[in-house]
């Protein structure tokens, strides 16, 4: 199965999609193409999928953008920006006018296949070295704003647990291997993918690993501030730590002011006090604790929080959102999530030295230092891991010892 769209939404006539293809393309299909598929393989909001043959037998999978769309969505924005004015204007409280803004930025990057096409480019050169990774080739020759034809790759969608159980794939492994991946993009390069549902992200049977996760679909991609970018590695870091001060202060750095207590909760699902083992949840009466501040809480307060966080903020917390949910239908325990995360916060703080230009000490060295700085938390980690189970084990050993008594 090839998946490059979630929604299988009702395609559009093929003798439309064949104009768009001609007006852009410049030629006749049959100039061009050995075989064209009519039936697409993929239908969503914006464009449909097909699948053809190229004259020198290279397979690929052809994305056409509907006819007159772009034209519809300006129009479509124009009064989306008034009727967002409007209530501003009749309820002076109304804050979302923002909102606008993003989704004109989201919608013009994903009806621009060309800038698509260099997303695609871009992540395949942050990845050229991981061997778990495939980006499908870019045939510029036949890429225009409405048309982006690329390589055919086969996959199954990345949380088809049945496929993975049929071709002896371990769904772990897919977890663990797509939680680096994202993690690399948001720690390190900074360059995200903001919507890496698992009809944008499939698993093949191929590659030296026994599997390759195929990486669809790069129209919406959000380059994150630098400044950002390590604010939020160090984030990380203080929440592992759980170091309070530390978090708040990062906290309010990264836009959420008094808020910052919440982002623990958010990200780790544990209050900032917390004394739960990580990955484990809250206690009883740290649910109670936090559900009598959340009463506290107005609709103010929510729409404060909201607005004063940076874009940025939000693509990380919708992809985190939508990674969290792969990797639960996928089995894959909360520490797998956890630890990619450390890994590469902690590598994302190590300066970025070249290889080419800076000396092979200095290179090692750094490679050294941040390896140490992982393995430190990586042995707290496990060290809150052993106090919880010898907390569980005594626990155990004195019931046992309460029955026997009696």
């Known amino acids: 199965m090839l998946s490059s769209l ?22 006749d299909l049959k100039n061009i193409f050995l075989s064209f598929d009519e039936q697409p393989v993929a239908a969503a909001s914006i464009a449909q999928v097909h699948r053809a043959m190229l004259k020198d037998h290279q397979e690929v999978a ?26 501003a204007w009749l309820f002076p409280d109304y804050r979302f006018n923002w909102l606008v803004t993003e989704f004109r930025e989201v919608i013009s990057s994903e009806l621009d296949f060309i800038q698509e096409a260099r997303n695609s480019e871009k992540t395949d050169r942050n990845f050229k070295n991981n061997k778990f990774v495939r980006i499908p080739h870019i045939f510029w020759e036949l890429t225009t704003r409405q048309v982006l034809t690329m390589q055919f790759c086969w996959g199954h969608k990345v949380d088809d647990v049945e496929f993975m159980k049929e071709t002896k794939i371990n ?9 680096e991946v994202f993690a690399e993009m948001i720690f390190i390069h900074g360059f995200v993918h903001g919507d890496p549902h698992p009809g944008n992200i499939l698993v093949s049977p191929e590659g030296p690993n026994g599997f390759t996760l195929v990486i669809l679909d790069h129209g919406i991609y959000k380059q994150l501030d630098e400044g950002f970018r390590q604010d939020y590695c160090q984030l990380w870091k203080a929440m592992i730590l759980q170091d309070t001060h530390k978090i708040q202060q990062l906290g309010e750095q990264l836009g959420a002011g008094k808020y910052a207590k919440f982002l623990p909760v958010i990200f780790l699902g544990r209050s900032v006090n917390s004394k ?37 903020f939000l693509t990380i917390l919708r992809t985190d959102g939508l990674l969290r949910s792969v990797i639960r239908k996928l089995g894959a325990p909360q520490h797998v999530r956890l630890l990619a995360y450390v890994k590469y916060a902690i590598r994302g703080l190590s300066p970025k030295l070249s290889p080419g230009s800076d000396s092979a000490i200095k290179v090692n060295l750094s490679r050294l230092r941040t390896n ?16 919880f189970w010898m907390k569980k084990v005594k626990q155990f050993l004195c019931t046992l010892i309460r029955t026997l008594l009696l």
């Open 6 to 27: 979630q929604d299988q939404a009702v395609p559009c006539s093929f003798k439309d999609i064949k104009q768009v293809l001609q007006s852009n393309l410049d030629r």
């Open 62 to 87: 052809v994305k056409v953008q509907y006819p007159g769309l772009e034209r519809q969505m300006k129009i479509d924005i124009t009064i989306m920006s008034f009727l967002s004015k409007s209530v």
């Open 171 to 179: 769904p772990i492994k897919v977890a663990k291997a797509l939680m």
């Open 276 to 312: 739960a083992i990580l990955g484990k949840g809250m206690s009883d009466e740290e649910k109670i604790s936090l559900k009598q501040e959340l009463n506290y809480l107005k609709v103010d307060d929510i729409f404060s929080f909201m607005e004063s966080l940076p874009p940025d």
């Open 372 to 387: 140490v700085s992982y393995l430190q938390l990586r042995l707290f980690l496990v060290g809150l891991q052993l106090l």
